[in-house]
């Protein structure tokens, strides 16, 4: 298959669309937009597939806009820029979840743009990544100067920041249990053994692949989501979408130990004794990243070698790779290229 970009017309982008949520994607060609202030255009180079996608997708999540374009983890080379950008044409950027914040509420002002009153998210709200072109606003297009693929940079976008903001909630443990072993958690155990940290890797009972992964990745134990690890956890990061996780993970940890919720949605926890979370437990949640989370991430990622696995698709079948990730059927990443 010849990739989707070389069919379109001078001054057209296509793009797999969500029309209706519940329904497949479906390509369209459009006219090019232009960037407005402060906006920069791409041509899209990669775009990672994440589980928030799938929420998308499924309707799972208030609030987003159709039809929209999804795709939260782009990268791309600006390729035409609004009046006031600074980047430079031909500068190689990420584009994340969180792709505007007001500057103007409560928690922009605070220091918590993450939590912005009048947010605009990537692929949810404003089209996103999976096309051959998105525009994205400049102050959330982060240059990428130390990433030669940018196949393996774009699951850094999502997995990759949403980790390093869960781990940064975790605090400053030895032992960290990482509850789903997806693009999520095999970056993140990387960053983890760059940091001589301890990962215990839980996984779907019977997983064998992923365990097998999380030990390759140096994890010191991987054993099934339900079975208690060797000594207690100083903290957990859950990223399975699974309610039922939090029970779990709050037995495992040790007291004053930290549950960390890394996902945007999850099936209800379940009713559990108070007891899970005496002795200053505690549960939290994290949401969308700021960033300077991302600018650390992404200064840190090339120092500690953080290698994204990927199992690449061409755009036009964004579907397929939707479907592949809802079943589990690969490890690491999947990427769509235009
Ligand atoms: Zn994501
Ligand atoms: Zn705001």
Redesign the pocket.
Known sequence: MTPASQHLPEGRMGAMVLRRTGAPLVWEERPLPQPGPGEVRLRVEACAV????LHVVDGELPGGHLPIVPG??IVGRVEAAGPGVTLAPGTRVGV??LGHSCGQCPYCAAGRENLCDAPQFTGFTRDGGFATHAVADSAYAFPLEGFDDPVAAAPLM??GL?GWRSLRMAGEGRRIGLYGFGAAAHLLAQVLRWQARDVYAFTRAGDEAAQAMARRLGAVWAGASDAMPPEPLDAAILFAPVGALVPLALRAVRKGGRVVCGG?HMSDIPAFPYSLLWEERQVVSVANLTRADALEFLALAPRAGIRAQTTTYPLTRANEALEDLRHGRFQGAAVLVP
């Open positions: 994440c589980r928030t996608d939260h983890e994340p979840w999502c997995a949403i945007i």
